[in-house]
């Protein structure tokens, strides 16, 4: 079973922030959180991802909560190529690469 | 970042039929790769874990017979789906680790259809 658990869609007008939640209640000291998103017919892509520290690139933001079991993806200035479906992911950094992937969130970029 | 090649990106084929997908790293050497299937509006469900050089390890309710994984190079893993049957037509992605913390990169995938 997956480790995350994310609402199943969500919608955000284009140039709004789009923050996507995510619950890793049970994640592990060594355990990284992923994020990757796939739109329709493609193969996912790597977004972001971060241990304990907030990260950030150039395509989003990454907040942990402290106590590590649930994070936040933020896309800064939403576009309507960003809808797509977006996955979090728990998983160690190496050794064990069984990404388990959950249901995700479809966020739909509204013109 | 890195580039996995996948092809094809779709195929059709005959009931009983075989079907051969390559899955490349182009940049990078991988010695493990991975394999994923997903149908309509549902996610990414692991299939095999592919080892250069060695047997693949295959989830649990996976047919080895079925979907054979040969990882023959450091940089290219096959899968062929052997006897296609209508219910094998799936989207079919594979994926292989690099860099630091080891990301995952994924190719574009192939859209198998078996009539």
């Known amino acids: 079973d997956a480790k995350t658990t994310q609402p199943t869609s969500m919608d955000c007008a284009e140039g709004r922030a789009a923050n996507l939640p995510c619950n890793h209640s049970t994640i592990s000291g060594n355990e990284y959180v992923y994020w990757y998103r796939q739109i329709h017919s493609q193969g996912p892509q790597y977004i972001i991802h971060g241990l304990k520290n907030n990260e950030t690139n150039e395509m989003a933001s990454l907040i942990i909560t402290e106590d590590r079991k649930s994070s936040t993806l933020i896309l800064p200035h939403a576009t309507l190529r960003d809808t797509a479906v977006y996955y979090c992911?728990?998983?160690?950094?190496?050794?064990?690469?069984?990404?388990?992937f959950g249901t995700g969130t479809r966020l739909k970029v509204l013109a | 970042g890195a580039v996995v090649s996948q092809h094809p990106s779709w195929v059709i084929c005959k009931s009983g039929t075989s079907v051969k997908i390559e899955c490349r790293s182009l940049d990078f050497q991988a010695t493990t790769m991975f394999w994923y299937r997903q149908f309509p509006k549902q996610s990414l469900m692991l299939m095999a874990t592919?080892?250069?050089?060695?047997?693949?390890?295959?989830e649990q309710g996976v047919e080895k017979d079925k979907f054979l994984i040969n990882h023959a190079s450091l940089t290219l893993s096959t899968l062929t789906v052997t006897s296609a049957h209508p219910e094998d037509s799936s989207f079919y992605i594979c994926s292989a680790p690099q860099g630091s913390n080891e990301k995952l990169f994924f190719g574009s995938g192939t859209q198998l259809s078996v009539l």
């Open positions: 992911i728990v998983n160690p950094p190496s050794g064990t690469y069984k990404y388990i």
């Open positions: 592919s080892n250069e050089g060695s047997k693949a390890t295959y």
